[in-house]
């Protein structure tokens, strides 16, 4: 691809993806849409992608950009430990803003369940690296179990510049519907400063569905629910005696039993594990005990009343840096 070539297919790009309002002409592609269809993709992991990308997006004036995608948690209830997602394009490389600067991960709830994302709160983020750039090679985040119920998105977004690219398009599976896929973000010349917490913040935020910007696509972004080697189960009879076995633990460390009522996105305020996020919410929180890990594997029995049948646990490994499991519930 010649230089002016490039620039003629940026220019045709943008022009293709003006939107109305004061965003006018502000989103553009590396390269213009493809149609195609690789068939229906097997779902072994919260995906919808092939594992390829056909084309980039990015801001024109540069700034923040979020690209984002809603799946349907497994059972109802689930706990993802690993968020996946591609850097770049093998097609267009180059337009990134490389290996090692910044990228951040999160997952985002979706209160009503109806897959559009301007009611979203975001339930866990972490800042990482960029790997893998221009390779199409999944980057695997391991993050700390984060539970999410009914329908929920993932995604990153990237700070970048004028003539960088960075959301990674899927434009030619054969699944892609609308009202999966999003952007949001904040632009430079917009105003305000870019909100991750919550997409549907208009005074930062704007946010767009692709299909109704003219690119529908499926974002390169994935979850598992299995890579976490840190697990968590319960047995046993509620009320009555429970056993908590657990396996994958960091060997020879103290770590707490804490039990809630509810799920949630705990935040430990303070003490040696202060940041470290919980799947478990505030409804009667508390330590139940304090066990060794020993070898990393191993389990303990103890009497649950009436009262808390139908609650969680989870597992917060005491160390530098904390872990925490899958979270289980009570019979």
Not at 146 to 155: E, M, Y
Not at 240 to 266: E, H, L, M, R
Not at 305 to 319: K, P
Request: charge should be negative; hydrophobic fraction near 35%.
């Amino acid at each position: 691809m010649t230089k002016s070539t490039t620039k003629f297919i940026l220019c045709a790009a943008a022009a293709a993806l003006a939107v109305t309002g004061a965003v006018n002409a502000q989103i553009a592609l590396v390269a213009p849409p493809i149609s195609g269809n690789n068939g229906i993709i097997a779902q072994d992991e919260y995906m919808w992608d092939d594992g390829s990308t056909e084309d980039l997006l990015g801001w024109n004036a540069g700034g923040t950009m979020a690209w984002i995608q809603w799946f349907d948690a497994t059972g109802g209830s689930d706990t993802i430990t690993e968020l996946r997602i591609i850097n770049g394009s093998a097609l267009y490389p180059g337009y990134g803003n490389g290996d090692g600067s910044r990228v951040d991960v999160g997952i985002w709830s979706d209160p009503n369940g109806d897959g559009e994302p301007s009611d979203s709160v975001l339930l866990y983020t972490l800042q990482t690296t960029v790997q893998n750039q221009d390779t199409d090679t999944y980057q695997t985040v391991a993050i700390t179990p984060t539970v999410v119920t009914g329908r929920f998105f993932i995604g990153a977004w990237i700070t970048h510049s004028a003539g960088q690219f960075v959301a990674p398009m899927d434009t030619n599976s054969g699944n892609i519907i609308a009202g999966r896929a999003y952007i949001f973000g904040n632009y430079i010349g917009y105003g305000g400063s870019f909100n991750p917490n919550n997409p549907g913040d208009t005074l930062n935020n704007v946010l767009f569905e692709m299909s109704d910007i003219g690119a529908p696509t499926n974002f390169c972004v994935r979850a598992s629910s299995g890579g976490g080697g840190y697990t968590l189960s319960v047995g046993g009879n509620c009320p009555g005696t429970v056993q908590v076995v657990w396996d994958g633990a960091q060997p020879s460390k103290q770590q707490a039993i804490v039990f809630a009522a509810n799920t949630g996105s705990y935040v430990v305020p303070s003490g040696p594990c202060q940041g470290t996020r919980l799947g478990l919410g505030t409804r009667n929180l508390r330590v139940v005990n304090i066990v060794s890990t020993g070898n990393g594997s191993g389990q303990v029995g103890g009497n649950a009343s009436s009262g808390a049948c139908g609650g969680y646990l989870q597992l917060v490994t005491i160390a530098n840096p904390c872990e925490a499991s899958n979270v289980d519930q009570l019979p």
